[in-house]
């Protein structure tokens, strides 16, 4: 079925027709007409052609890449005149484009919407048949388009602000198959690049993006088992004929290549691109400048007017187990997993001690924890498939097909209903006895202290964020802070899994240092990196426990020796109650700083937020700190706006 749509992304470069068998009259006709309904300015031609205004200069460019993708020489910077081409090209009855498609097949969304516009007259225009489009659409057999939102994967720098696509729903709604359906993803291609290349290439564009199709159980296979993230679908209202539009439009964009972009052309941007050329009267490309951060996409989609049907939850295979380990007696879930790991056979006597429902979540458990260990590892062994089809057939055998345990619960807050990425605050407090008020910002995108609902739990990403304050007696502005970048990732321990925190930050720090014979202290400026991993584990409901062993590398012109650096370590406690209007965090740490200028920091401390509203919160802190032989004391409170 998708052997026309070439995957999308092996489509060859078309063959140009040495010149169109046109009819002189009657495309003079339709560009004359064209011109008067000023078609060229048309939101919908534009977003057909991703049309964009210039960011620097005068006037539009398209984000599309791909030179054969545009009929006139100048059509990625000329609306008007790719229309006229697109309009000229049609009447080449004998010309092949791309798979050997004429020109109304192989740019079918142009040739709907301009036919719709112009009421194309058939004897003069001839339709030319369209046999691999056809085959292709009446495959995916669409009634619907579902926005997909895998939630966050810290694993991947481009994915840790989560990912959007579409699932081109098949079949009437209640009677759908979900899974046999297709996804239309938008993705980069970056070959075998990591670390620092992958991250460098991806801010500035080096990768090509491309848009893709995939049957959306491999779509659910790869998010939802491989990288355990939970899945939102939310079903859109789109009426058939936008649906029609969408995907010609997505036929006609097979083969073609976009800049890939992390921060602003990515996959959530090119997403929002396809819906506004189903839907131009909704414009959500132009609500964002600057970055893309997925999650603000959905709040855009979701604040579409009437655009979003409902709302649903797929929870992933981690999701699954995590709660499974809590609705599990500890002796159930230690026979579950020992079956899992082939400690104790699927058939043991202990099993026999346990009801039918029992048995059916314990087996239930054990396969699926053996499953995702197999996925997480790759290929099973000859011993490991064995295993698993002794645990299936001993759950085949037990009378009762009910699913054992209740499903994970949905998350009282989604995505679109969690705090927005961006943040602003003002405050006041003193440091070392200095009164000060202070101004924060932050672009993108969620700490550990803001409200977790609708986001990813133990995930923090601060970017770009900055604190300046105005020490009033002395008059005096500084910058306390900036954050290029901080990442940290808490996940506790539990019955299933025992994953690894971690954290990284690096920015400008200000710094209490010596000045002078008196004990004299003053802030100056470091660039702090550190970094480290750790422990973390829930000992009770709601709360969570973590130990870091880490270090910390300053460095700048302040120190005397230019650098310090050293070990150290952290513990903390994060407490909050389920509805999380209010959070506390109470936390010690140490770093010994052994290489360059040598001190010991300390510092303890509490912290704390209450929510006001979704949007508005009051944060307060309070610590005491030691470095240099020397104490102080820093506290403030700050009212926080979260947009």
Known sequence: MFAGFAVLVVARAPARADGPATEPSYLAELIGRADALQLADDPQWRALLHYEVRRFGFGVASTVDTEWFFQARDGKTNPRAELHGTLERFFAIDALLRDGEPPQCAMRGRYLWLDARLQFDPQRLRPQVCALYDEWRSGLDASGVTLIFPEAYMNNPSSMFGHTLLRIDAGPPGRRQDLLAYGVNFSADTGDDGGVTFAWKGILGYYPGRFAIHPYYDIVKQYGDWESRDIWEYELTLEPADIDLLLAHLWELRGVQFDYYFFDENCSYQILALLDAARPDLQLRKQFRGWVIPADTVRAVVAGPGLVRAASFRASAATQLRHAAQELPAAQRRLARDIARGLVPPDDPQLAALDDRERAAVLGTAYDLFRYEYLSHGEATPEERRRARSILLARSGVPYEGPGLPPPPTPAVRPDEGHRSARGGLGTGVRDGRFYLEARIRPAYHDLMDPTGGYTAGAQIDFLALTARWY????????????????????????????????????????????????????????????????????????????????????????????????????????????????????????????????????????????????????????????????????????????
């Open 472 to 643: 009033t007696k002395e008059r005096d502005v500084r910058v306390h802070r900036f954050t290029l970048v901080e990442v940290t990732s808490v996940t506790p321990w539990d019955a299933f899994f025992h994953p690894i925190s971690w954290k990284v930050a690096t920015g400008l720090y200000s710094r209490l240092l010596p000045h002078g014979a008196c004990g004299e202290r003053r802030e100056r400026y470091v660039w702090r990196t550190d970094g480290g991993a750790g422990l973390a584990f829930a000992p009770w409901a709601h709360a969570l426990a973590y130990g870091f062993a880490d270090a910390t590398i300053d460095l700048g012109p302040a120190l005397e020796q230019d650098h310090a650096i050293g070990p150290g370590g952290q513990t903390g406690l994060f407490v909050g109650p389920a509805n999380d209007r209010w959070k506390t965090h109470l936390f010690t740490g140490v770093t010994r700083f052994a290489l360059g200028d040598r001190s010991t920091y300390t510092r303890a401390g509490l912290e704390g937020r209450l929510s006001l509203t979704p949007q508005q919160a009051i944060e307060a802190s309070i610590s005491g700190n030691r470095d240099f032989g020397q104490s102080w004391i820093e506290a403030g409170v700050s009212w926080n706006y979260y947009f």
